[in-house]
């Protein structure tokens, strides 16, 4: 939140600038709703004047025409340098003496003055026709800014570090400094007639563990506040400028002005969010698809143990209402039980103090699934058969009919939430369609798996011996009634193979982030045109170095003569990109495009190489370009620039483009040209330098090193970043480790799950087994032989299930492709490819064929112990 004071309406022209301050401090809480509570101010507040033209004394040098002086209130600062002679200057000026302003050494170096010296400004006046004010300051203190200290500086460069530019209209270069001044130099500056600085207030929200429900809270008071604010302060005119009048306290400002940079971040998290959840969705939906099935088979499994006690009490007059609300009676304070401590444990697993809350609703609907699931599978165990029809259809026919409209229905809604999944992107509803996805593959692999299992049953018939045929056989017999457990490893799998393929994308995602993000193994930015001191670049053993200059420049179309304004200039050397990054598809193009050295046709100018991006060719696709470069004091240069070659899709995703391409504005065109071409641009505030570092040996994995060189080569305010750095960061990032949790815990629930519904299954068909198996034997098999044809029985089943698992899994992420965002997740440019993690797929695969084998043999195992009565008794 920024004003500026009107000093010109009081008598004397004056402020109370530490009044001010007090004063703005409380206006955060004319923030509406709880919102206030969430947002404090960042320190006092600063100010900011306007440049001031520098009187005396006149800076060394004569290439320096004229300097240009900022002064600010820095609080903030004070934690980010070390005085190194002198004092900070005072917020209280002792009488008698000139406001002070404390200079950074490299300030005090260009101006040539030190700790006493004076410092005489012009201000410029706020009226056109009046005189400049000019006002008298004290150096008190020379500071040292502290070296990559959070990138505050970075915001003040001019603070730290001077800047030179070309004059206007006349020769020679023009000193940019700043300097840091007390509270109340704004009270004596008024005095002395100058118009009153920009004062700032920072506020920072607190949004603590609970963030996404603070950040609903913020955005609609935030979006208010500048208008309420205006609102309640604002309702006069100034009559020295004739602008809006507001009062803050006891003193006349300008608008109040709010610039909210929180909200868009917040916008890009709750995309990030939404994503995620999304992702989170599709796991949890499984896991409670597969732990529905489990119950399902557990209640099949009571009934079938329960079923002579129900026809008995059927026989005996019992009416199926009876039999079902008994069956209830004894189930349903056992799901009840069972929800309560599942809903007591959640409680006391789940962290406190978030945006998240539990679902009392979405327990209660589980519950009552598991409850209803019993009673109406109750139902249908004991309900009366139809009584005698006329003409009456085969059982078979009419079941194998409601089989076919039951498949045709779950393809159908599997096609359609793939559809709507792919046109409208993830959504909480259709968070099932993965559950969906892998039934339809259940429903498949069940029609296909008997037929198979029959044709080769036909041909061990053949065979020598009876174990391969009745193994077979048996299965082909076995596999209609194993379509829930089917369905069970189908989902287990797929969706633990669906998490490790996201897992393993976002892997080498933030891989493929962190190198764009850092363009080589590090890189240091720094803000205009900076030439680095001959002898800084590759002054380090080990390390290489490349640098580029980004320029914005108006270009002309040779063919048509249109303006294409702006155009992201880049100038490199493409023999240092070779050094940095030899394997670079860009660098190997950028050299054998750009080694032509410039020319100079007569009255053309100079005419230079480039590679241009592909809109830039759509522009002037005949053609090249030409600027016009007008540098004060020098003849204007006129520069033809000639491409000789495209830039491809795969050559802007390259890495060494990723920390110039942060500082170009999306869509902008793009050229690049030799550095040849550098000395003939001026140096600019505007624009990037990028330098791009790549170390060998111990320099390659020594951070230190590596900001050391980017330091020396571009000084202490450079924003250096190294890779290794930026992917640490990336995988610390609490979306992606929550996903990668929400992702391993799901999977190992679901296989635990799965496997029980497996056993439960198991236990459930081991009746007709063991029959089989009692025949066998009583007809001179032996007990081998019979453990055998148990063992090779439930074969097919394991391979199957893991083989429809794996697939499901791997079609599910192609066939959402356009749903699955995960750059979002892991920088750099576009989406990152799908990487399926073929290892862990290969271990789930077999780990589910094992899975099932072992409890195959268990049961074998225990079937083998029986004595000849037991097996009698089982015929």
Sequence with gaps: MSTVPEVFNSGPPSVNMASLLSDGRTLVHRLSGSAARHVTLAGSGSYEYNQATLTSPHPPGPAITSAKLAISDLPQAKAHLRYVSGHAPADRTPLGTAPQIGLSQATAQALGVRVGSRLGLDFASPRAGLPASHAVLLVSGVFRPASGADDFWSSWQTVAQPLRYPAQNAAGSVLAVAGLVGTDAADWLANAGVSGPSVTWEMHADLRRAALDRARALSGPLSRYGVDLDTALCRGTDEFTGGESCQVGGQRTGPLVVADALTPLLDTFTTQDHQARALATFAIDSLAAVSLATAVVAVRLLLRRRGPHLRLQRARGASTVRLVLLRSAVTWPVVLIAALLGWAGGRSLAPTGTSGSPQPMAAALAAATVALAVSLMTWLAVREPRGPRRRRRPRRTVAGGRRVVMETTVLLAAAAGVAALRSQGPDPVLGAVPVLVALAAALVLLRIHPLALRLLARR?????????????????????????????????????????????????????????????????????????????????????????????????????????????????????????????????????????????????????????????????????????????????????????????????????????????????????????????????????????????????????????????????????????????????????????????????????????????????????????????????????????????????????????????GLLEPRLMAQTLNLGQFTGGPGRPPLRTDYSLTLVLVGGAILLVLAAAATETVLARKRRLAAVLRVM
């Design 460 to 808: 061990t018939r053949r065979g020598k011996g009876a174990v391969g045929f009745v193994a077979v056989s048996g299965a082909a017999h076995d596999a209609p009634a194993t379509g829930l457990a089917l369905f069970v490893m189908v989902l287990t799998l797929g969706t633990a193979v669906f998490g490790g393929l996201v897992q393993h994308t976002i892997g080498d995602g933030l891989a493929a982030g962190a190198a764009w993000s850092a363009g080589a193994d590090a890189c240091a930015i720094t803000p205009g045109s900076t030439t680095p001191a001959p002898g800084t670049l590759n002054g380090t053993a080990g390390i290489r170095t490349a640098l580029q200059h980004l320029h914005t420049l108006d270009l002309v179309g040779d063919a048509d003569g249109a303006e294409i304004s702006p155009v992201a200039v880049i100038t490199v050397d493409p023999r240092q990109l070779v050094a940095v990054a030899p394997r670079s598809p860009l660098a190997g193009a950028l050299l054998s495009a750009l080694t032509a050295s410039p020319r100079t046709p007569g009255g053309r100018g100079v005419a230079l190489p480039s590679v241009v991006s592909p809109a830039l060719r759509a522009r002037e696709a005949g053609g090249g370009f030409t600027s016009t470069i007008q540098t004060h004091g020098r003849p204007a240069v006129h520069l033809s620039l000639n491409p000789v070659g495209t830039l491809t899709a795969a050559d802007l995703r390259d890495p060494l483009l990723g920390p110039v391409s942060e500082q170009v504005t999306p869509g902008t065109p793009m050229l690049i040209t030799t550095a040849s071409a550098e000395h003939l641009m001026p140096q600019q505030s505007s624009g990037s330098t990028v330098l791009l570092l790549h170390g060998e040996g111990d320099a390659a994995t020594s951070t230190t090193a590596l900001r050391s060189a980017a330091t020396t080569a571009l000084g202490p305010l450079a924003q250096v970043r190294t890779r290794s750095q930026t992917l640490a960061a990336l995988r610390d990032d609490g979306l992606t480790q929550g996903l990668g949790n929400i992702y391993a815990t799901t999977s190992a629930l679901a296989a635990l799950t799965g496997l029980l519904a497996v056993a439960l299954d198991l236990i459930l068909t081991s009746g007709e087994r063991s029959r089989t198996t009692s025949l066998l034997r009583t007809l001179g098999l032996g007990g081998k032989e019979a453990g055998a044809v148990n063992f090779l029985q439930m074969l097919p089943f394991a391979g199957v299930s893991a083989l429809g698992g794996a697939l499901v």
